[in-house]
């Protein structure tokens, strides 16, 4: 349990580094070079195509008229661009978002590592590829486990606990294997998982509750329709940044977990009769990197002892 609290607390000042509040910008400029980008190329044509549908649409015909008689006879005009903008925004936002991910949890858990644990042998014990595909898997899983238990949502009390299980495994499942992915070995993995699962899987639940933030900054956005361009660079940002600290959480406990494994598994080797344990001193050499020998005694001659 202190350990829980411990990596809480250090994720949390974790934070406050100029690295990781850039990183959690990084969503910002990145959303802004998309939108350029695609303005740039692709606006004009983007929004005469939206007029042109408006405009031959036989449904919203009669709508038009009736505009138009009202002296709205040009409504397309403000309204395509409008439409353009609401369907291009959440496109953007989510490249966006998810290119940060992708890079932000390395970038976090070399963080960490450098500066708490630099001793940890890094042995690699999952590539990107099966990073890519753990976390697709475990997203199935809990798509298809939401969708099981929707029914039992009409209950009051669970519906308020069982998206949050749901959320908090896949949190935990995803977050902890990137996490461990470049120090531990597939073992070591397993066997943080058997030991830890229930901590983890309390991480997830309060990181999925955290995630929930942004979303009163959307649902803010949409009643103040006059703030939207400030609070939905907002939300971005504060998502971007509980994304930071779930990742940084996850790995100050589950890099801690590692050591106390690996320390753990040395001492027992060391209390067993016969164990020989691995040192990490190298033996002396000579110019060249040839290892020093001893003279062979059989050739040694006993006038030159």
């Not at 998982?193 to 956005?221: D, K, N, T």
Request: hydrophobic share 55%; aromatic share 10%.
């Amino acid at each position: 349990m202190s350990s829980l609290f411990d990596s809480f607390w250090r994720a949390a000042a974790y934070c406050l580094i100029p690295r990781v509040i850039a990183l959690s910008l990084l969503p910002l400029l990145l959303i802004a070079i998309v939108a350029g980008v695609s303005t740039y190329f692709f606006w004009d044509s983007a929004v005469v195509s939206v007029q042109q549908m408006l405009g031959d649409s036989g449904l919203l015909s009669g709508l038009w008229n009736w505009l138009a008689s009202m002296g709205w006879s040009h409504v397309t005009d403000y309204l395509a661009p409008l439409l353009v903008v609401l369907a291009a925004v959440p496109v953007i936002v989510l490249i966006a978002l998810l290119s940060v991910a992708v890079f932000m949890t390395p970038a976090l858990v070399n963080l960490v590592a450098q500066r708490r644990f630099p001793h940890l042998a890094r042995k690699k014990g999952a590539s990107l590829l099966a990073s890519v595909v753990w976390s697709a898997l475990s997203t199935v899983a809990a798509l298809l486990a939401l969708v099981v238990s929707s029914p039992l949502w009409l209950i009051p009390p669970l519906v308020l606990l069982l998206p949050p299980l749901i959320w908090g495994w896949l949190t935990y499942r995803v977050m902890s294997f990137d996490a461990l992915s470049e120090h531990a070995s597939k073992e070591e993995r397993k066997e943080i998982f058997a030991r830890h699962r229930y901590s983890l899987l309390g991480i997830g639940i309060v990181c999925g509750f955290l995630g929930a933030a942004p979303s009163l900054v959307w649902a803010s956005a949409v009643v103040f329709a006059a703030a939207f361009l400030v609070l939905i660079p907002v939300a971005i940002w504060i998502y971007t940044l509980v994304f930071a600290f779930s990742s940084l959480w996850f790995t100050h406990y589950c890099l801690t977990a590692l050591e106390a494994l690996r320390t753990e598994r040395k001492e027992t080797a060391l209390e067993v009769p016969g164990t020989i344990v691995a040192t990490e001193e190298a033996a002396p050499t000579l110019a060249g990197d040839q290892p020093l020998a001893l003279p062979d005694p059989s050739v040694i001659k006993p006038g030159n002892n």
